[in-house]
């Protein structure tokens, strides 16, 4: 209508609308985001391309000294299309079926194997892994052609000498493992009862009751294995050294408050100590 000749105050009048929206020109919005950190933010999701978003902002706190809101990294990674795809489950299962009740370190492990491609010239790995239920450390492990009775106690018996060098008969220790022969094989047994170690095998075809070693090796696969070509055991064992260190070190965990599990085991020891000190005075 103005545009027709007619005035805006009669057309603003006529349409019962104030006479300043006929003077409004719509404006391209201008971004008010922050985009100083952008770069770091796509840095570290290259450094660590299977962390979600708060893994990332804590990852550019404790290397990079960077205090960043993970919405600001969430809508960079957003952006960029580095958001890791979510894993839809088959099926679902009661939460509570994975848990387990440990108030202590060294109260109750778990023990799994599990399969790496080594390279087309040696073929197949067997990694056998132990971790820690109340501090999800991995704290023996063995990696070898075979996967015999003797590299499951190998593992074990790595993780004894490594958490109970003054011996085991006396810590309550009890070990999870599923129903593969390795772990029932009478010779597994029979070191496990020298060791005093106590013998908890998981129902059949129920994975949950070993979930944290199932969990790690999920793990260990999306950070490591899968993003790695290995072209004999040596290279594969050297890599996956480090990347134990690294979890066990240098990677957060969501159910310890986002510590690492050897935070969590050093915290615990302190807490102890400090404990032993209140009683005597």
Same mark, same amino acid.
């Given at each position: 209508?103005?545009?027709?000749?007619?005035?805006?105050?009669?057309? @603003?009048?006529?349409?019962?609308?104030?006479?300043?929206?006929? *003077?409004?020109?719509?404006?391209?919005?201008?971004?008010?985001?922050?985009?100083?950190?952008?770069?770091?933010?796509?840095? @570290?999701?290259?450094?660590?391309?299977?962390?979600? *978003?708060?893994?990332?902002?804590?990852?550019?706190?404790?290397?990079?000294?960077?205090?960043?809101?993970?919405?600001?990294?969430?809508?960079?990674?957003?952006?960029?299309?580095?958001?890791?795809?979510?894993?839809?489950?088959?099926?679902?299962?009661?939460?509570?079926?994975?848990?387990?009740?440990?108030?202590?370190?060294?109260?109750?492990?778990?023990?799994?194997?599990?399969?790496?491609?080594?390279?087309?010239?040696?073929?197949?790995?067997?990694?056998?892994?132990?971790?820690?239920?109340?501090?999800?450390?991995?704290?023996?492990?063995?990696? !070898?052609?075979?996967?015999?009775?003797?590299? @499951?106690?190998?593992?074990?018996?790595?993780?004894?000498?490594?958490?109970?060098?003054?011996?085991?008969?006396?810590?309550?220790?009890?070990?999870?493992?599923?129903?593969?022969?390795?772990?029932? !094989? !009478?010779?597994?047994?029979?070191?496990?009862?020298?060791?005093?170690?106590?013998?908890?095998?998981?129902?059949? =075809?129920?994975?949950?009751?070993?979930?944290?070693?199932?969990?790690?090796?999920?793990?260990?696969?999306?950070?490591?294995?899968?993003?790695?070509?290995?072209?004999?055991?040596?290279?594969?064992?050297?890599?996956?050294?480090?990347?134990?260190?690294? %979890?066990? =070190?240098?990677?957060? =965990?969501?159910?310890?408050?986002?510590?690492?599990?050897?935070?969590? %085991?050093?915290?615990?020891?302190?807490?102890?100590?400090?404990?032993?000190? @209140?009683?005597?005075?």
């Amino acid at each position: 209508m103005v545009e027709h000749g007619y005035g805006k105050k009669l057309v @603003a009048a006529v349409l019962a609308i104030s006479r300043s929206s006929l *003077y409004y020109r719509k404006r391209p919005r201008g971004s008010r985001a922050d985009r100083r950190w952008d770069s770091q933010i796509v840095a @570290a999701c290259g450094a660590k391309p299977v962390y979600g *978003y708060r893994r990332v902002t804590w990852w550019l706190k404790r290397k990079e000294g960077l205090i960043v809101n993970r919405k600001r990294v969430l809508r960079v990674m957003r952006e960029q299309g580095l958001l890791v795809p979510s894993r839809r489950l088959r099926a679902r299962r009661r939460k509570e079926w994975g848990r387990v009740q440990v108030s202590r370190p060294n109260q109750v492990w778990q023990a799994d194997l599990t399969k790496i491609w080594t390279g087309s010239t040696v073929g197949w790995a067997y990694l056998v892994s132990v971790i820690d239920c109340y501090t999800r450390e991995i704290v023996g492990w063995d990696l !070898s052609h075979r996967c015999r009775t003797e590299e @499951a106690l190998a593992a074990v018996e790595r993780a004894v000498l490594e958490r109970l060098p003054a011996g085991s008969r006396e810590a309550g220790l009890t070990l999870t493992t599923d129903n593969g022969t390795q772990f029932t !094989s !009478s010779r597994f047994l029979e070191t496990l009862g020298r060791l005093g170690i106590t013998h908890r095998r998981t129902a059949y =075809h129920h994975p949950e009751g070993n979930s944290y070693i199932e969990r790690f090796h999920r793990s260990l696969k999306e950070e490591e294995v899968g993003l790695a070509e290995y072209r004999n055991l040596e290279e594969a064992r050297e890599n996956i050294a480090r990347y134990l260190w690294e %979890y066990n =070190h240098d990677r957060p =965990h969501r159910g310890l408050r986002n510590r690492t599990p050897r935070e969590a %085991y050093v915290s615990f020891e302190s807490d102890l100590k400090n404990q032993a000190l @209140a009683v005597q005075f």
